[in-house]
């Protein structure tokens, strides 16, 4: 039985891209009809071993069959249907306490009927192939979910990704798009823009993550530090936020849903308790990065950078300066 998104829906298409990834010799650059149909019957064939809240619970059958604020190439999933059921599960058992306050509206999947979106997915087919190739057959290919309005998701599907200056977490760790784990989808409803509607709305995409990097707060990276990793994250172990370099972003990520639902308008209190469900700290001590970290959840941005660039210099400076100083500094900045 398949317990994630990846394996139900992404493995199949990995190897599909193995096998059709190549452009074809007459220039064709477009994913075939024929192609996109496997592509669906091999994920509805999949059987869904997803715990949690069940999607067709929490599903609304009122929403309208399109977006009219989407482009035409979003088909709407009927509330039944395997692959709805999966993405809509995994959605829900991943809000942990929140998923009894949360309602899918409508899940949506990106048909790629338009000449440069069918050119997007085929470049990604290309990407993929070749990471396949660069790291011995492991592309590390994988569902992540993505935050966006409902207008940039608008411009997302008929563009691709565009100026990266904007996105969540005020450019903390770096320049790119972030994205979240398919099994942690709390790290992006967190910065989901509400809509005159009510509504928030996240991308399911594919991501080509090859080889990872660590990439720690206050970051003004945009491209990987060499050619032997692909893309960053926040902990090399357990992993919350995948970076996407800007020079990446449109070749690497593939939007393939779009997950619409309702939820409380203050997520603070449910999102606290996911990350720590006791409330107690286990330790009155934590590593600097994971005090940077947890701090960007309440300081601006700009205050995140000058508490970064001072431990930087504290760290350069620290044969100097005894430890106290580094922490008394930090609080005067914080407040």
């Known amino acids: 039985m398949a317990d994630s998104v990846e394996q139900c829906v992404l493995i199949p298409a990995a190897q599909r891209a193995e096998n059709n990834g190549r452009l074809s010799e007459n220039g064709g650059g477009g994913v075939s009809s024929q192609e996109s149909s496997s592509s669906t019957s091999a994920s509805s064939d999949c059987e869904s071993g997803v715990s949690g809240s069940s999607a067709s619970a ?12 989407f482009s035409d190439q979003m088909i709407r999933l009927s509330a039944g249907d395997k692959v709805h059921d999966l993405i809509g599960g995994r959605f829900m058992s991943g809000l942990g ?3 009894d306050r949360t309602t899918v509206v409508a899940i ?3 048909g790629h009927s338009g000449t440069m979106s069918q050119a997007r997915a085929q470049a990604f087919q290309v990407y993929l192939h070749a990471t396949l190739k660069k790291h011995g057959g492991d592309a590390n290919a994988k569902y992540a979910w993505c935050a966006a309005s409902t207008e940039d998701i608008a411009k997302i599907l008929t563009y691709g990704f565009g100026h990266c200056g ?3 977490n005020n450019g903390l760790y770096g320049s790119g798009i972030y994205l979240s784990p398919d099994d942690h989808p709390l790290e992006s409803v967190r910065h989901a823009p509400i809509d005159r509607k009510g509504v928030r709305h996240l991308l399911l995409c594919r991501v080509i993550l090859g080889k ?3 990439v720690l707060p206050g970051s003004e990276q945009y491209h990987p530090s060499s050619e032997e990793f692909d893309s960053g994250v926040d902990s090399l172990t357990c992993p919350k936020k995948y970076i996407v370099w800007s020079t990446h972003m449109n070749t690497h990520i593939l939007p393939e849903y779009v997950v619409s639902f309702q939820a409380p308008c203050c997520l603070r209190g449910f999102i606290e308790m996911r990350s720590n469900p006791t409330g107690k700290p286990a330790s009155p001590w934590m590593p600097f990065p994971l005090l940077i970290s947890e701090l960007s959840k309440i300081l601006p941005a700009v205050t995140i950078r000058s508490i970064s660039e001072h431990h930087k210099d504290y760290k350069v400076r620290r044969v100097h300066l005894p430890a106290k100083h580094g922490l008394q500094s930090s ?3 914080c407040g």
């Open 212 to 214: 990872s990097e660590l």
């Open 58 to 69: 929490h599903s609304s059958s009122a929403a309208p069959a399109r977006f009219s604020s």
């Open 166 to 168: 904007s996105t969540d």
């Open 97 to 99: 306490r929140l998923a």
């Open 331 to 333: 609080f005067q900045i």
């Open 108 to 110: 949506h999947k990106n």
